[in-house]
Antibody
């Protein structure tokens, strides 16, 4: 069974940093591109970042470019999102999702940026 | 960026009736060489992650009831629920994954009339 489990969310002050993790199981992680998608409270879905299976290709939404860094460790079946210079409008549930069409999603982890 | 526009923003449908949600992209998401539309539909219930219903615009994800169907090509797409059930109350989103920068529609809330 495919499972994606996010962790690392929490409350952080504006300007602070957090590192999100997504632990994958039930499939060959190294064969799939992965994504981070977020959803602000009461709002729609926003794609944040993508990484190819071998980390050769990495893309970011303009809203996070230069502040967030996506990475993966295929040996550990894990995906990461390093978030720096956090802003109030980064407050959201962050989901990891498998491949370009998002066939599997984790339950999400809540990031709250507030003073 | 490709802008995805869904309409309506919300709709109320009687149980057993048809629900239709539309999604329009600002440019074509049809990859002509392989004749596939890079368009997906998701269902999201409160407190849950999105669930993939349809990909390649019309291919039903495994385990999705056949009352859900997708159609369209190029820039205009439709998700149809042929006979609305109580468990279908949710938000629905389209996604284009043609671009290296995927974009979602703003969502459509489906309720029971």
């Amino acid at each position: 069974e495919v499972q994606l489990v996010e962790s690392g969310g929490g409350l952080v002050k504006p300007g602070g940093s957090l590192r999100l993790s997504c632990a994958a199981s039930g499939f060959t992680f190294s064969s799939y591109s992965m994504n981070w998608v977020r959803q602000a409270p009461g709002k729609g879905l926003e794609w944040v970042s993508s990484i190819s299976s071998s980390s050769s290709y990495i893309y970011y939404a303009d809203s996070v470019k230069g502040r967030f860094t996506i990475s993966r460790d295929n040996a550990k079946n894990s995906l990461y999102l390093q978030m720096n210079s956090l802003r109030v409008d980064d407050t959201a549930v962050y989901y990891c999702a498998r491949n370009k069409r998002g066939d599997y999603w984790g339950q999400g982890t809540l990031v709250t940026v507030s003073s | 960026d490709i802008v995805m526009t869904q309409f309506p923003d919300s709709l109320a449908v009687s149980l057993g009736e048809r629900a239709t949600i539309n999604c329009k992209s600002s440019q074509s998401v049809l990859h002509s060489s392989i004749n596939n539309n890079y368009l997906a539909w998701y269902q999201q219930k409160p407190g849950q992650p999105p669930k993939l219903l349809i990909y390649w615009a019309s291919t039903r994800q495994s385990g999705v009831p056949d009352r859900f169907s997708g159609s369209g090509s190029g820039t205009d797409f439709t998700l149809t629920i042929s006979s609305l059930q109580a468990e279908d109350v949710a938000d629905y989103y389209c996604l284009q994954y043609y671009s290296i920068y995927p974009t979602f529609g703003q969502g459509t809330k489906v309720e029971i009339k």
